[in-house]
Structures are given as structure tokens and as C-alpha cells.
């Protein structure tokens, strides 16, 4: 079956270090791979997607490239701020047959400290 | 912003009291979500409707039942709510097939003594 399995939080940073979040999936088919944020009190929103492999999904200083031969999504940034302090999520959409859902990882909290 | 309000946005209610949680939207999407989000557990779907009328299960959808008789509502009733339903509880939509981003409401804290 389709899974998503990201690392365990939290992860704790300094402001401007290097960032790496780890998402791996397994599915049928080609999937789309998505990274959501969710700030504090909030709900989640989409932060970038890749819909098929090798494309990088990017935005607000965020990346991560769709490798399908090792099957990972991960999610880069190169500077971080405290702005940035926020669970994030892995999700894929298995594009085979009638899919309507997203399968979520569990999510992984960042805590970035000035 | 996709115009998804949700309401109420915080509740306290007590054991084996009914509770209908509101999503309500504006832009006429066809797929609406349920979720709730727990610690350790991430977001698990409750239910998810692809049309009014037409409804489906989740993976974690007992004790939970929606309703969804016009496009922009989509209603989840706990019967009897249990402490282990104290939550909180995020609408999603999704456009269309082709469109597969889910877009989030702000979610309602619901707590069950």
C-alpha cells in the first residue's frame, strides 16, 4: 500500500543553519509528493509540490526534489529563521485510479532558536 | 485563501452529548475533509465527501458521521461524544480531481470531559 514515513521530531536549530527534513514514501504508480506547514494555532497550508521525478518543488527558501529512485522527498533550506519554527508534512497522492486522498506522514516539529 | 471557515472554532462539551462540528465554504469545491489531529498521530481522515450526498469513510471513522446536503457545508456529528474525541478537528478541500491540493480551515479545539 501507499505510505509516507518522515523523521521524528523535534528538530532543534540555530537561526541560520542548514535545514533537512527526511521524507520517504512508498506507492504504486507515480505519485505527487507535497511538504505542508503548519504554523502555531493554525491550520495546515501547502508550502511546495513536485509532481513527477526529478522536478523541485520551491518556496519561501524551501526545497525538495522528487528522487524516485530512492524514493524521498526531502525538504532543504539553506537558512533558517525562527520564522520558520512550525510542524511540517510529507503527503503523497497516488495518481492511479480514483485516489481522492492524501496520505500523511506524521509530521515533524522544527523549533528554530534566535 | 480558499474560504474555508470552520465553526465553532473551540468547544467544551461532556460525555454522551452530540456535537456537530461546521465546515463551510465558498468557492463551490467538490471534495471536502474531515481530520483530526492528535499528537503522535498526525492528521488521520474521519470522512470525506466527493459530491452532496456522496460521502465516505476514513480510516478512523468511527463514532463519527457527516452529512453534506449542499455543496458548501460539510457537517461532522460525533453522536456520543468520548473523551477520546477530544481533538482538533481540520476541514480540507480540494478543488477538483485534477487539482490535487487539499486547502485547510483553521480547525476547532474540541474537548470532551
Known amino acids: 500500500g501507499n505510505s509516507v514515513t518522515q523523521m521524528e521530531g523535534p528538530v532543534t536549530l540555530s537561526e541560520e543553519a542548514f535545514l533537512t527534513i527526511n521524507c520517504t514514501y512508498t506507492?504504486?504508480?507515480?505519485?505527487?509528493l507535497f511538504w505542508y506547514v503548519q504554523y502555531p494555532g493554525e491550520g495546515l497550508q501547502l508550502l511546495l509540490k513536485?509532481?513527477?521525478a526529478d522536478d523541485k518543488g520551491s518556496n519561501k527558501g524551501f526545497e525538495a526534489t522528487y528522487r524516485k529512485e530512492t524514493t524521498s522527498f526531502h525538504l532543504e533550506k539553506g537558512s533558517v529563521q525562527v520564522s520558520d519554527s512550525a510542524v511540517y508534512f510529507c503527503a503523497l497522492n497516488n495518481n492511479a485510479g480514483n485516489n481522492r486522498k492524501l496520505i500523511w506522514g506524521l509530521g515533524t516539529s522544527l523549533a528554530v532558536n534566535p | 485563501d480558499a474560504g474555508i471557515t470552520q465553526s465553532p472554532r473551540h468547544k467544551v462539551t461532556e460525555t454522551g452529548t452530540p456535537v456537530t462540528l461546521r465546515c463551510h465554504q465558498t468557492?463551490?469545491?467538490?471534495?471536502m475533509y474531515w481530520y483530526r489531529q492528535d499528537p503522535g498521530h498526525g492528521l488521520r481522515l474521519i470522512h470525506y465527501?466527493?459530491?452532496?450526498?456522496?460521502?465516505d469513510k476514513g480510516e478512523v471513522s468511527d463514532g463519527y458521521s457527516v452529512s453534506r446536503s449542499k455543496t458548501e457545508d460539510f457537517l461532522l456529528t460525533l453522536e456520543s461524544a468520548t473523551s477520546s474525541q477530544t481533538s482538533v478537528y481540520f476541514c480540507?478541500?480540494?478543488?477538483?480531481?485534477?487539482?490535487?491540493?487539499?486547502?485547510f480551515g483553521p480547525g476547532t479545539r474540541l474537548l470532551v470531559l
Open positions: 465527501s466527493y459530491g452532496v450526498k456522496d460521502t
Open positions: 480540507a478541500i480540494r478543488p477538483s480531481r485534477d487539482q490535487e491540493t487539499q486547502y
Open positions: 468557492e463551490n469545491h467538490r471534495y
Open positions: 506507492a504504486t504508480g507515480y505519485p505527487s
Open positions: 513536485a509532481t513527477k
